[in-house]
């Protein structure tokens, strides 16, 4: 029996063999525990971590100091928000963010609105992307965050970044001195997808996750500005005082040696594959088009090269992916979301209808598809639709 085609790397990707074969000797003859300061043991696991430090900060043009690493995207969020929220909160209690953002940033915001902050959740325009003119006038004295994703994990949308960035950083030009509004960023589905800079886009907190670019599951990072001006951020994890006392646990040596082996690989890489999974995607849509009712979900263009999201027409959401399961995995809104049967919070936004945001596809296109395997799944897709309708 054949496994079904892989089309959901917006949900997790498979590890790169070069980043299992990286890892592998950290679990066992590099095993030791990188706070051992006084042996051999614990040196090694300290130099290879700092190597991935080194790998991760060069990718987004940070210094190694300001990588924190954590178990995921979600930690790093949680750290970002909740410990800028904890820290600034007497500078004011305003965070803006963004009604298509992941529950782990939404979800760490209504936290905080349970606890008094006041949070803004700025709509987005129908093809996904923010307007600026719209944040701009949602910034207020008492804001101290902004908080905007770089990539959207069901539209694959790329925001504005290097835009948004200058306006927080304006705003605090203007501003009494002491007023800072930070820039937090959830990069997950970006990184090592297009290129990130926090200086060219004044970035002062930057979410990343290993399990998005062919990296283990459970590991990821936060880049915390020390620089103009410097993050003060509460920890939410306390203990042993690694990672600068802002995340205290013993560090997973091989799968942060891991993360830094997938992000060295993935920006290699970055120019040709974003072409070749680009092809891969425009072709499936052109397949796609020659049903009627078929309508692409985010903008044309401005998105990530592997995202494709695309809405059908008269026929019952949960009935097409019953149909298409055994043969291609994709989803339908995002997989965290989708044990709650409930639209996409994402393509309500986008205004999509109910039936509609219901009957849609996610495809995820990454490293390891091939064009053949592209056009069965489509084949799959548009024979799947047409009986469905014609029931
Ligand atoms: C996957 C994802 C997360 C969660 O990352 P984990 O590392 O699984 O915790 C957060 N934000 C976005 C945009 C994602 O795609």
Redo the contacts with the bound molecule.
């Keep these: 029996m054949n496994r079904p085609i892989y089309l959901d790397c917006?949900?997790?990707t498979p590890v790169d063999d070069r980043v299992l074969a990286a890892m592998l000797p950290y679990f066992t003859e590099h095993f030791g525990n990188a706070s051992s300061v006084g042996h051999a043991y614990g040196w090694e696991a300290e130099a290879a971590i700092a190597q991935a430090r080194e790998i991760l900060a060069n990718a987004i043009g940070a210094t190694p100091e300001e990588i924190i690493f954590t178990?995921?995207?979600?930690?790093?969020?949680n750290l970002a928000i909740k410990g800028v929220a904890e820290s600034y909160f007497s500078r004011g209690k305003h965070i803006i963010t963004l009604q298509t953002?992941?529950n782990?940033?939404l979800d760490p915001c209504r936290y905080l609105e349970s606890l008094g902050f006041e949070i803004t959740f700025l709509p987005v325009q129908a093809d996904g992307l923010m307007d600026l003119v719209t944040l701009e006038k949602a910034l207020r004295d008492d804001t101290i965050l902004v908080s905007v994703?770089a990539?959207?994990?069901e539209i694959g949308v790329l925001q504005p970044l290097a835009e948004i960035g200058a306006l927080c950083h304006d705003w605090r030009c203007q501003a009494p001195k002491d007023r800072n509004i930070l820039f937090h960023t959830?990069a997950?589905?970006a990184i090592g997808k297009i290129p990130l800079n926090v200086e060219a886009m004044k970035i002062d907190l930057m979410?990343l996750?290993?399990?998005?670019v062919y990296g283990a599951?459970?590991i990821?990072a936060l880049y915390v500005r020390r620089r103009n001006p410097r993050v003060q951020l509460a920890a939410q994890l306390h203990g042993g005082g690694q990672e600068r006392g802002l995340r205290a646990g013993t560090l997973s040596t091989p799968l942060i040696v891991g993360l830094g082996k997938a992000v060295e690989i993935a920006l290699q890489e970055m120019p040709s594959e974003s072409e070749r999974i680009n092809r891969l995607r425009d072709r499936m849509w052109q397949s796609l088009q020659t049903l009627d009712g078929v309508y692409l979900n985010g903008h044309a263009t401005q998105r990530l090269s592997g995202n494709l999201n695309v809405s059908v027409e008269n026929v019952d959401g949960q009935a097409l992916l019953l149909a298409l399961q055994p043969a291609i995995a994709v989803s339908s809104g995002?997989a965290?979301t989708s044990a709650k049967i409930a639209p996409s919070h994402v393509l309500q936004a986008l205004g999509l209808t109910d039936s509609l945001a219901y009957a849609s596809l996610r495809f995820g296109i990454g490293r390891f598809n091939t064009e053949e395997e592209c056009d069965r799944a489509v084949h799959c897709v548009i024979n799947a639709i047409q009986s469905l309708r014609d029931r």
């Design positions: 917006h949900a997790t178990s995921g995207a979600t930690e790093a969020n953002e992941h782990a940033v994703m990539a959207n994990n959830d997950a589905q979410s996750t290993a399990h998005k599951k459970g990821g995002s965290c």
